[in-house]
Each structure stands twice: as C-alpha cells, then as structure tokens.
C-alpha cells in the first residue's frame, strides 16, 4: 500500500524552527522526486520546495529561500523539511507529494499525497 506519513507540525513562535518528517512505504523512494506544498485557511494549496530523486537538485518557493531546507534520507525512505525564522504567515497545513520520475520504472508519473501536518506560527 502506498503510503505517505507526515509528523513534526505543531506550534511555534514566529523567529522559531520546526522539523518536517514524510515517511514513504510501498514504493521504490529512490525513483520518486519528494515535494512539499502548504495550504493555508481560504488559500490554494503552494509549492514549498522540490528535491529530486538522489537530492541532486532542490528548488524553494522564493518566499522561503534561506529559511527552509528540504533533504531526503533514501536509506529510511524518508524526506524532510527543516523550517527556521518561522513567520506567521508560514502558518499551514503541509504536505508531503511524491511523483515517479524514473523513466524505467513501472509506475511512471505515478504520484501521491500525505495527509497533511498543521504548522502554526504564532505568539
């Protein structure tokens, strides 16, 4: 079964950091590139940042730029989004996406999301 797993969210104080975890199961990691969206209240759902499959190349949203890290740990099937000098207006629920973009691989283009973690920025 294919499953995306995301913890870390919570409650932190604007200035403050917070460390996303996406545990993927049922599928091959190493073939998907890892994506992080949020969406906050009344507002569509964003890119954050991108890594590709073997982490060689990652890309942030620009209003993220310096403060966010997305790595990924191929080994523990694993990706991570590590937030620093957290603002209010980084306030949302986060999400965990993964397309296949291995060429020689079955499931192709195959993607999924996680359910979701709420990160809340505030005093």
């Known amino acids: 079964q294919v499953q995306l797993v995301e913890s870390g969210g919570g409650l932190v104080q604007p200035g403050g950091s917070l460390r996303l975890s996406c545990a993927a199961s049922?599928?091959?990691?190493?073939?998907?590139?890892m994506s992080w969206f949020r969406q906050a209240p009344g507002k569509e759902r964003e890119l954050v940042a991108t890594?590709?499959?073997?982490?060689?190349?990652?890309n942030y949203r620009e209003s993220v730029k310096g403060r966010f890290t997305i790595s990924r740990d191929n080994a523990k099937s694993t990706v991570y989004l590590q937030m620093t000098s957290l603002k209010p207006d980084d306030t949302a629920v986060y999400y965990c996406y993964a397309v296949n973009e291995n060429p020689s691989s079955y499931d192709y283009k195959y993607s999924c999301w996680g359910q979701g973690t709420q990160v809340t920025v505030s005093s």
């Open positions: 049922g599928f091959i990691f190493s073939n998907y590139a």
């Open positions: 890594i590709t499959r073997l982490g060689g190349m990652r």
